[in-house]
């Protein structure tokens, strides 16, 4: 890719990316406060401001590099944290708390998509970037969505799982936490990652086509 078309991608993109991971976060901590754990709030998380939840490596140079490589969107934001054991009911809010991130994720995936048709049906200067930045908005939120629902601890469908197992397994499955950045890693790396969400992003885009 050349430098032109890098610097058009990055302007396209660094909008949605930055939304994506504020609001996946912020919702984390919106969550947590809500069901009795005041960490996040505590330590400045709740917060849509960007440059809380940036981590350099995740948030910048990572997503950039797989952007100038033209392959799978990846990076991660700074992990808000949460303190379960303050939830009200810890395995069952815990579950909502892991959830609300995904769910910020499936919100802004239909935002973009309004604002989709709306480029689509308007003529003006506008409408071209606007539809651009829409379908990577789009692509992008429903890759932290789909990414995050994985049944990898510490990912929030790992944490989902774990709530719903009986304690004595959960507490069994709750150990392989320390392998699970290792899994995804080499999930990425051997390209079985595309192949395990292709279905579920033509599923996702399937319904964006039904109601959009």
């Known amino acids: 890719m050349g430098f032109d078309q890098m610097v058009q991608r990055v302007a396209i993109y660094a909008l949605p990316v930055l939304f994506a991971i504020t609001l996946h976060e912020a919702a984390h901590a919106y969550a947590a406060r809500r069901f009795g754990d005041n960490t996040a709030y505590m330590m400045g998380r709740m917060t849509l401001n960007p440059l809380k939840h940036i981590d350099p490596l995740g948030t910048v140079l990572l997503p950039l590099l797989t952007l100038w490589m033209g392959g799978f969107l990846f990076g991660w934001a700074k992990p ?69 629902l994985l049944p990898i601890l510490p990912l929030d469908g790992g944490r989902i799982v774990e709530s719903l197992l009986p304690p004595g397994t959960a507490w069994k499955y709750a150990q392989t936490e320390r392998y699970g950045m290792w899994i995804l890693l080499l999930l990425i790396a051997t390209g079985m990652l595309g192949r395990i969400l292709q279905p579920f992003y033509q599923l996702m885009y399937h319904l964006l086509q039904l109601f959009f």
């Open 80 to 148: 808000v944290p949460v303190n379960f054991g303050a939830l009200r009911k810890p395995r069952e809010h815990g579950r909502w708390v892991a959830a609300a991130g995904p769910a910020a994720n499936f919100a802004m995936m239909a935002g973009w998509a309004l604002l989709l048709k709306l480029a689509i049906h308007t003529d003006n200067a506008y409408s071209e970037p606007l539809a651009l930045m829409s379908q990577a908005g789009i692509a992008i939120n429903i890759s932290l969505m789909l990414l995050n």
